[in-house]
């Protein structure tokens, strides 16, 4: 038996790189799974891949800066899949660029789409999710970098999330939902994009990467969340696990 045999999970960002990575992995371990973003099309590029090897797969367009949005999609998956176990908030506009440089919009986007989406979300889906429910934010390593400049909006909207997280872990627990937190490093196309663009650059990149590559979003992040989500990790909450090759220290 698959190690989520019969869960329903959604996914935010399923669209394409760690997002539909996730999602593929969900689907292989037996979730039926549903991809929310925007684009429709990439949605269902998703879900067809998943319906080629055998799983099934649901496209929810859906806006996470919108509330309302937010609880048509959670309402829309429950009452097509039948219920809802897992979820994972991996949608998420980057306000990158200097503290002088970053408009207070960009990063109020940075904010709307990242942790008050994340909280949305998860209060929407908490109903659903009692019992035997999963939920994995979406971190990032830039909170840790030795040198922040050009990340701290970025990395403020993470820290915050992760701070959303553990509450969450400690207050849902008693509940039976489990909520931990990845910081992944994967070869989205948006990084392969500048690693082609950027070679030098991105050679120093993977040069600082103890496993020495960047990890694949499927085999090396979806996997692992699959893992995290299931009965095998049962005991783990309100922790957050780096991705990325043992690059980072988080001490």
Known sequence: MKMLEGKVALVTGGGQGVGQGIALALAAEGAHVA???RTLATLEQTCGQITQRGGRA???????????????????VVDTLGGLNILVNNAQIVPLGRILDVTDEEFGKGLDSGPVATLRLMRACYPHLKGDGAVINLASSAAVRWDASGYGHYAATKEAIRALSRGAACEWGPDGIRVNVIAPHALSPG????????PEEAAAFVRSIPLGRVGDCEDDIGRTVAFLVSDHARYLTGA??????GQAYWG
């Not at 649901?58 to 829309?76: K, P, Q, Y």
């Not at 957050?240 to 090759?245: A, F, N, Q």
């Open 191 to 198: 990084l392969r994009g500048w690693m082609e663009a950027c």
């Open 35 to 37: 991809v929310a973003g």
């Open 58 to 76: 649901l496209a929810v367009t859906c806006d996470v800066m919108d509330a309302g949005d937010i609880e048509r999609c959670v309402s829309e």
């Open 240 to 245: 957050t696990i780096p991705l990325d090759g």
